[in-house]
């Protein structure tokens, strides 16, 4: 068998929580003012009250609302697909298994959490949320969840992206949202996510009807995406697999890797591998300290791998992995040691992107193709030590709207970095 489907039925019902489940208990966020603890009021400004308890939730389940369940099976649970052809033209006696998190509306993992994010607020009466995005997939996946719950959206767009990337625009666009280009002060800078989360949280402070939103980096963000490691554990199960030997996903903010990896943790003999491009190397070469999220040090301070909050990236196509820091969960389990980091230059990942494009058919979102950099890499080790070993990757999007970066690759136009 090659695709592992699960019935509608056995959508999971509660996300996993990993944070009652850590060796090291996290350190708090700290108010950018005070740099005393953040408590709940702090936060009230910017986000609903369930979502801030889920944020530092002792539970270590938490029950998904029946509203956004009904939403997610739109495209959930997603197919989990053996790898066959990849692993035959690598010659590996290894296993390797996909979670097809491209098969949403928006083309990545990013609804999974835009969709319990939209339903929180709705419910708290807010009636527009604001938020940032880097290439277009946060900004898209939170406009599809708006425009499912009747709510108003602004998203600011890292102004690289949105004068070079127009299709993400146009998606947003034709759910609802208002999509402006950032900084909004200065039209002569590229732009970061840093600098666009500063705006979005800036015009959600000046508006009472207003929330923020964030795709990724926060605890409950990388909660909501367990779903995808809690229906692979299942389809796993189902393809006859006792466990994965390795789990790997590509890490930006974190969350994507988070869904996927955190249901293995307890499990010690599953090794977690998150995989960052060397442009922007936050866990292999970032500093464990205290950071801002945002350019302006607007948002709480947060414990995690950073390279500064000021840290401008290189314009690399993969703009979903291009962030100074890191979720405080993942930088935390990375220092503990239970979590590993690769960083790969972009040329190798394209490589593998094409590899894998030509033996599954598919074509990966620049940002997933580093998850198969490091799988084939993972593989080809299988190879050299016979090993019938269990891969298990997160295809975290599609990349049919990164063509023109492709299109870079083909024509050799791609920097190395
Ligand atoms: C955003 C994105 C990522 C990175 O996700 P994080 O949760 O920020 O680590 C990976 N792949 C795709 C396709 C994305 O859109």
Redesign the pocket.
């Known amino acids: 068998m090659t695709r592992f489907n699960l019935p509608e039925s056995s959508l999971p019902t509660a996300w996993f929580n990993v944070l009652p489940r850590m060796a090291t208990p996290m350190d708090p966020p700290l108010h950018p003012g005070t740099q005393q603890p953040v408590g709940p009021d702090d936060l009230a400004p910017l986000f609903p009250m369930a979502l801030i308890e889920q944020e530092m939730s002792p539970t270590p389940w938490i029950d998904i609302p029946g509203e956004v369940l009904d939403i997610l099976k739109l495209w959930r649970p997603t197919p989990l697909v053996r790898a066959e052809r990849l692993e035959k033209e690598l010659g590996t006696p290894a296993r390797i298994y996909f979670k097809d998190e491209s098969v949403s509306p928006a083309g ?3 609804p999974n959490s835009a969709v319990p994010q939209a339903f929180y607020n709705k419910q708290e009466g807010i009636t527009r949320l604001a938020t940032e995005t880097g290439a277009g ?2 900004g898209s996946s939170l406009s599809f969840a708006t425009a499912q719950f009747g709510l108003e959206c602004k998203v600011y767009m890292v102004r690289a992206s949105y004068e070079q990337k127009p299709y993400r625009k146009v998606m947003m666009g034709l759910w609802g949202a208002d999509v402006v280009p950032s900084p909004v002060d200065d039209p002569s800078s590229p732009g970061s996510l840093g600098a666009a989360i500063s705006d979005a949280v800036r015009d959600t402070v000046s508006r009472e009807d207003t929330h923020y939103a964030l ?2 980096v926060l605890n409950h963000v990388c909660l909501h995406q367990t779903i995808i490691g809690l229906e692979a554990k299942e389809q796993l199960a189902a393809a006859g697999e006792v466990r994965p030997d390795v789990v790997l996903a ?8 988070a869904g996927i990896a955190f249901p293995f943790m307890e499990d010690a003999a599953v090794r977690l591998v998150a995989v960052e491009p060397a442009s922007c190397p936050t866990l292999t070469e970032g500093e464990f300290r205290y950071d801002f999220g945002d350019v302006a040090g607007m948002t709480p301070l947060m414990p995690m791998f950073t390279l500064g909050h000021d840290f401008m990236p290189p314009s690399i196509h993969a703009g ?2 291009r ?1 100074h820091g890191d979720s405080p969960i993942v930088s935390q389990l990375h220092r503990d040691g239970r979590v590993e980091a690769l960083a790969y230059p972009q040329g190798k990942v394209f490589e593998a992107a094409m590899q894998f494009a030509k033996a599954e058919g598919k074509i990966p ?1 620049p ?2 193709a580093h998850a198969i950099r490091g799988a084939i890499d993972e593989a080809l080790a299988a190879k050299e030590t016979g090993e019938e070993k269990v891969i298990l990757f997160n295809y ?2 599609h990349g049919h709207l990164d063509l023109a970066a492709y299109d870079d690759y083909l024509n050799g136009r791609l920097i190395d970095a």
């Open positions: 990545s993992h990013k997939q946060w795709g990724s590509s890490c930006g903010g974190g969350s994507n890797f979903g992995l962030y979102a940002e997933t975290s999007g």
